[in-house]
């Protein structure tokens, strides 16, 4: 054997051979990723490895470097391998897969399916006054598709997908095979720069389509399959174990119950999921090593002081975290506490009790083997890295108490109630340890892929593992006596939700502490790579009996170098690269409008911030934008008007990002939109200025650019809140661009009575509609580039004609995504778009 041998588990790095097999496949799967390898290729590398590691193996292991090199040949083989398997899981979908029939835009379709999974009920949006889309029942579970209608036959069809009922439905079953109609569409790249890509968490998943049905009678059911499969046995018994939830613990608790006990986190509200992000316990949410910690700890030592055979607990103990992580699907992280359970527990059972990277490696390879592409997703980085962390710095978490002579009597001669409580002390020690150290090791990758930062967590954690636990034990109980033992089960779910509602009242106390959690840019990828390559150098660059003093001290003051200079760095040159340009990005927020206005001099402007339904989805796209550019302050916004799909993310966004000023019109200032009142409460909480702003206003915009201001009067102009639009006009280096908002009816009459302005971009007023007069507008404004902040289907055709009459450069943030228009200080303008992911140049 080449890679060094160990016949105990590993407590050191040095001596994990199986840990090196893992990060070569890491190595090979994150080339494949970059690189994209042909599968042959991968192959071919994994062979030659192979071959390599045989030739000098075998004809050179006496010499001193034969060894070594045969190692790093088998490495370099297994990488390949890696890189085959990846690139097989990630790009091969069947010739007929669903997704093949599949658009950018949904179209409608018919498609007999058998449902592989139980319908879950996804939970109601609160009703928001900013919300102006009415909340509706869904239900979401995934499907088989077998045929689809393509005119009047079938045609065969293969692969898997989503399907959303906008409906309640729960009449379906596993193993069922349906007759759906309803739209299907493609799940697309992101549209905006710093956006979640559900694109690749999907194909992950190998799911690249969905299918949306809007009523229940849309999905009919055809026959039902042998109730003897596994996936019709684990459906029901889930249902059964979610309808108990909701039995005992009440509708109140019940969707939390069922989140932490069988992972339904549909069932929570977002504003609830909120709290948990916000305060850095999120991950109870999420079923992880955690929950299944808890609960087969309670389960070995109840069979343990049930009288039984050490190994009896061992071995019930191994069969019911087996049965768990089943019950909730072999999720990652549970897979990932699954595996080393059973390690450990097997362990036990022959006389060994160690602990160490060769175990956590061989679940890597587990979790690896299943998918692949579990590699880049946050939720199993956090599982591995909290565990990795805690083996890292077992000698500092689990300090021993003093075996000094001397220290040992003191100890021995206390009062009990004393050493109890010392004992009490000193694990509560332990605890917070743990909990610092994990949030600590964390907090990069939670800033680089969340933009939070909760300083409450290392404090809170420890605080809710009573409740948790109290709350996953009495879950249990209730799945075990509900429906044959009610007296029980009612004391059981007394006890969850008395528990649940300490935990939550818990979180939400903390939450409304001072600097509780702060949203911040956070580092960059390759600041947060540097960081954790570079700890791991520290680990292993450190001598052993060094690691209790100087690595919890070198790893903070190596946070903060890793975070704050490769940052600083690559803010430095993000700046440097846009050179003195003026730089407007046109966000895409559905039927809403965004628009980043960058100043030559280093100032951020925002003209708007709204979208035509949840203010959470456009928060998320405008947000993204900002972060990408490393932009945590704004040094002024414009508010056009008082419609909701231009300013219904901005009481949202303030929590999030500082705003100098704010520009609002008189007339939206005097507004008695309950929505516009409440915009103005939260930017007063927040501390921000409210300015109005009214025509031939003048803007200070730097010495290479100004603004200035086109429309309303001070007055308004008497009629709609459209026609009262603030209309921008931003010009650097000989260029205009125009931002209308929605102007039209009066307010365009006044516009258009105006000296027509030789304008180079502009934006359609209210989104391309024809009652904004598009041919008048571009025949006065005469653009070179028009863009229609608008998706392709809530553009008018009349709107359309026009400009391809006029023979406009036209783009829409709809299609392919946002817009950007660069001005140099030459005069010259470029234009790009954001598609599949990177910014493309026109």
């Known amino acids: 054997m080449t890679l060094s041998q160990s016949n105990s588990p590993s407590n050191g790095i040095s001596d994990s051979p199986v840990l090196l097999v893992v990060v070569a496949l890491c190595g090979g799967i994150t080339l494949d990723r970059w690189v994209d390898f042909s599968f042959e290729t991968g192959l071919a590398i994994s062979l030659f490895g192979l071959l390599f590691w045989w030739l000098i193996f075998w004809r050179f292991k006496r010499r001193r470097w034969g060894e070594a090199v045969a190692s790093v040949a088998l490495l370099v083989s297994i990488a390949g391998l890696g890189a085959s398997w990846h690139h097989g899981r990630w790009n091969w979908f069947p010739d007929q897969d669903i997704s093949q029939f599949a658009g950018d835009w949904a179209g409608p379709v018919c498609v007999r399916a058998k449902i592989r999974s139980e319908p879950r009920p996804m939970a109601f949006s609160e009703v ?28 065969a069809v293969s692969g898997c997908c989503e399907l959303i009922i906008h409906d309640e439905c729960r009449d379906l079953r596993v193993g069922d095979q349906v007759i759906i109609f309803g739209s299907l569409v493609r799940i697309s790249p992101p549209s905006n720069p710093g956006q979640f890509n559900f694109h690749e968490y999907s194909r992950s998943q190998s799911r690249l389509a969905v299918v949306h049905a809007y009523f229940s009678s849309s999905v009919r059911a055809e026959r039902s399959e042998d109730v003897r499969s596994n996936g019709w046995v684990l459906a029901t018994i889930r249902r059964r174990f979610n309808d108990l939830v909701w039995e005992y613990v009440g509708p109140n608790r019940a969707p939390l119950a069922s989140a932490i006990l069988l992972g339904n986190r549909e069932q929570l509200t977002p504003a609830r999921r909120e709290e948990f992000m916000q305060t850095g316990t999120v991950h109870l949410l999420a079923i992880s090593g955690l929950h299944v910690g808890i609960l087969a700890g309670a389960f070995f030592l109840l069979f343990r002081f049930g009288f039984s055979s050490r190994r009896w607990a061992l071995l019930s103990t191994i069969a019911f975290v087996l049965f768990y992580a089943w019950l909730v699907e072999f999720r990652t992280p549970v897979t990932r506490a699954t595996i080393l359970l059973v390690l450990v527990c097997v362990g036990r059972l022959y006389g060994k009790r160690g602990f160490g990277f060769n175990l956590l490696a061989i679940a890597a390879l587990v979790v690896l083997a299943m998918n692949p592409a579990d590699l880049f997703q946050v939720g199993p980085q956090l599982s591995f890295l909290a565990v990795a962390g805690i083996l890292f710095f077992r000698d500092w978490i689990f300090l021993a108490p003093s075996d000094e002579p001397l220290d040992r009597l003191i100890r021995i001669t206390r009062p009990w109630p004393m050493r109890c409580l010392h004992r009490f002390g000193f694990r509560v020690g332990q605890v917070v340890r743990v909990s610092s150290l994990i949030w600590l090791l964390a907090l990069p990758l939670v800033a680089f892929r969340f933009h939070l930062v909760s300083p409450v967590a290392p404090l809170l954690n420890p605080l809710l593992l009573i409740p948790i636990a109290l709350a996953l034990y009495c879950g249990m109980g209730v799945f075990l006596f509900g429906g044959w033992l009610r007296p029980l089960a009612d004391f059981f779910g007394a006890i969850c939700t008395a528990s649940l509602h300490g935990l939550e009242s818990t979180i939400q106390l903390f939450q409304k502490l001072p600097c509780s959690h702060f949203w911040t840019v956070g580092p960059s990828a390759t600041a947060t790579l540097v960081f954790y390559l570079g700890f791991i150098l520290l680990f292993m660059g450190l001598p052993k009996s060094q690691h209790k003093i100087w690595l919890p001290l070198g790893g903070l003051i190596w946070l903060v170098g890793a975070w704050m200079v490769p940052s600083a760095i690559e803010s430095h040159w993000q700046r440097s690269n846009r050179q003195s340009d003026l730089v407007c990005t046109f966000v895409d927020v559905g039927h809403g409008t965004s628009v980043l206005i960058q100043t030559p001099d280093g100032r951020n402007l925002l003209y708007d911030a709204g979208t035509f339904g949840s203010p959470r989805f456009g928060l998320n796209n405008v947000a993204g934008v900002l972060w990408s550019e490393h932009i945590d302050h704004l040094d002024a916004l414009f508010v056009s008007h008082a419609d909701l799909d231009h300013f219904n993310v901005i009481p949202e966004l303030c929590e999030r990002f500082s705003i100098g000023v704010v520009y609002i019109s008189p007339v939206m200032k005097s507004s008695s939109s309950e929505s516009v009142k409440m915009m103005l409460q939260r930017l007063e909480e927040h501390r921000v200025e409210i300015r109005e702003l009214s025509w031939n206003a003048h803007l200070d915009c730097g010495p290479n650019a100004r603004g200035s201001v086109l429309s309303p009067p001070p007055e308004g102009t008497g009629s709609t809140d459209n026609s009262d639009s603030i209309v921008l006009l931003i010009e ?81 943030t709809g299609a392919p995504g946002a817009v950007r228009y660069r001005v140099r200080p030459s005069g010259e303008i470029s234009r790009e778009s954001f598609r599949d992911g990177q910014w493309n140049q026109h």
């Open 128 to 155: 928001d006054v900013l919300n102006p889309i009415p909340s509706r029942p869904r239900t979401r579970l995934r499907i088989e598709p077998e045929q689809i209608r393509n005119g009047n036959r079938w045609q």
């Open 732 to 812: 650097a280096y000989g260029r205009k661009i125009l931002l209308p908002g929605d102007l039209e009816s009066t307010g365009m009459d006044l516009l258009l009575s105006r000296p027509s302005i030789d304008c180079d971009v502009v934006m359609a007023p209210h989104h391309g509609s024809s009652n904004s007069r598009p041919g008048e507008f571009l025949a006065w404004s005469r653009p070179e580039y028009v863009l229609v902040s608008a998706s392709l289907k809530k553009v008018s055709a009349q709107t359309l004609g026009i400009l391809a009459e006029n023979q406009r450069n036209v783009n829409r």
